[in-house]
């Protein structure tokens, strides 16, 4: 690495107009085949294809390049199941008495409930954390700009690089997910951003039959 302040971008790829169109449209018909899915084999992932993909979440826009996120990557059975029986307490008081009958009814088309055994199933866990602050090499605290938003991207990153490199995910957010702290036994200034489930989906997986908005209803173009 050079100790240069400012160096030229020379990445850039300049693409004639009609190869930019051909690449959106690729894009999105890649990128939507993408399902939540909560059926899960247990057929294990390569290691290595995780850690490309987290290098490529670690590529994110965030606050001042403080890079407030920490993966941590779950495949110890043990530790997996202690995470299961954990969520399960959540998602229990959750599912019996937090959840408003609004929002029960909102997660209907779903077929979401407190039982979550691909927590279990699912060979590979990340959990991923967002720093409100960060401890510096010399011991000294960095309070973290934007760590929401930045993991948040960061997060996107990274569902986006394991669904190009033929996995599937779901996004589990037990709420309070403060249990993972203890259970991963990582600092108090972490705090849990989300549960990434990771894998293959199992022979007979379903996903809810549930559409998305169309580009009228999601965007406005002022010219
Ligand atoms: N965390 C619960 C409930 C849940 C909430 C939303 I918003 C979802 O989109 C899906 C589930 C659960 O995981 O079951």
């Not at 020379?10 to 018909?29: A, G, H, I, Q, V």
């Not at 108090?188 to 209803?217: C, D, M, Q, T, W």
């Amino acid at each position: 690495m050079s100790n240069l302040k400012f160096i030229p971008y020379t990445d850039f790829e300049p693409l004639k107009e009609e190869e930019m169109l051909k690449r959106s449209k690729e894009f999105y018909n890649k990128i939507k085949k993408r399902r939540t899915i909560r059926h899960f084999s247990n057929k294990e992932i390569p290691i290595d294809v995780i850690k490309n993909c987290i290098l490529a979440a670690g590529t994110a826009p965030n606050g001042a390049n403080m890079q407030p996120w920490s993966f941590v990557v779950i495949t110890n059975k043990a530790i997996k199941q202690e995470i299961r029986t954990e969520a399960e307490k959540e998602e229990h008081i959750f599912y019996s008495t937090r959840a408003t009958e609004k929002w029960l009814e909102a997660l209907e088309p779903l077929g979401t409930d407190e039982r979550k055994p691909f927590l279990e199933e699912a060979p590979c866990l990340i959990a991923i954390f967002s720093k409100k602050t960060d401890v510096l090499p010399n011991g000294e605290k960095a309070k973290q700009y934007y760590a929401q938003e930045s993991v948040g991207i960061a997060t996107g990153f990274l569902i986006v690089a394991l669904h190009n490199a033929g996995l599937v995910t779901l996004t589990h957010t037990p709420s309070p997910m403060g249990f993972l702290n203890k259970v991963l036994n990582r600092p108090v200034y972490e705090k849990p951003f989300l549960l990434l489930v990771v894998g293959y989906p199992s022979e007979n997986a379903e996903v809810p039959n549930i559409h998305k908005k169309s580009l009228n209803e999601i965007a406005d173009f002022i010219e």
